[in-house]
């Protein structure tokens, strides 16, 4: 009757300790793995990771990274090796965004400004009154030009000292977009959008003509108000 005992208070004792062996792993392991610590299975081994976080608008977008889809939505993130990585952004009726991130281990690459742009825009012409008045009202062009640091030539835009992008063809009449993410400007019949990081470089509106047009943005700025020739435009971006 001892023996039995005995032995049943060892087993019960050698059970306890593996339960509490295994619920100390666990919570070591969730520990670790939400300071980013991954398993390797290539070379065995426990290596220290990134993090890339990316917000889109419109949201609900599919996320690849390095070529395979992560993510069938937006936001997203994602725990990433140290090194290179390309991140696409891909939504139907949208223009893909794409850019590379150089991971570091324990370094979190946040991206929330990602705008995608309408890839079938159609311009109309614009009719209404008060958006007309918002288009044709008096603009000191020098003031508008280096507002929030953003400056051009002919052939740059920078911001403060930074230089954003350098073309081969003329550009002209640059304005931010009212995210100050993005930039807007004329490069001959074209209106085009760039990131102020000086990536994805996108055309928004084809005009009939090269002249040098007025730019304005409607609430949210979903809609772009602009002059084509002697006539008046509407055109929904996003």
Known sequence: MYHRRTNNFW?????????GCLILSV???IIYYAQGYRFNYRNFRIIKTG??????????????????IKSKKTPYYVNLTAGPHTVSIKKEGYYDWQTTYMVEAEMVNVSKNILLIKNNI?????????????LHAPVDMLAKKLSNDLSYSDYEIWVEDDL???FSTPIS?????????HIVYQQ????????????NDTLLIEMKNSNITNIVFGEKYTEMYYTDGDVDMVAVIR
């Open 122 to 134: 159609s311009p109309q012409v614009l009719t209404d009154t008060k958006k007309l008045a918002a």
């Open 51 to 68: 993090i890339v976080n990316v917000t889109s608008t419109p949201r609900d977008a599919e996320v690849f990274v390095d070529g395979k």
């Open 27 to 29: 919570a070591f392991g």
């Open 164 to 166: 954003i992008a350098r």
């Open 11 to 19: 087993r019960i004792m050698f059970a306890q300790l593996v339960v």
């Open 188 to 199: 001959g019949n074209q209106i085009r959008v760039i990131e102020a990081s000086g990536q």
């Open 173 to 181: 009449h640059v304005v931010w977009l009212p995210d100050y993410a």
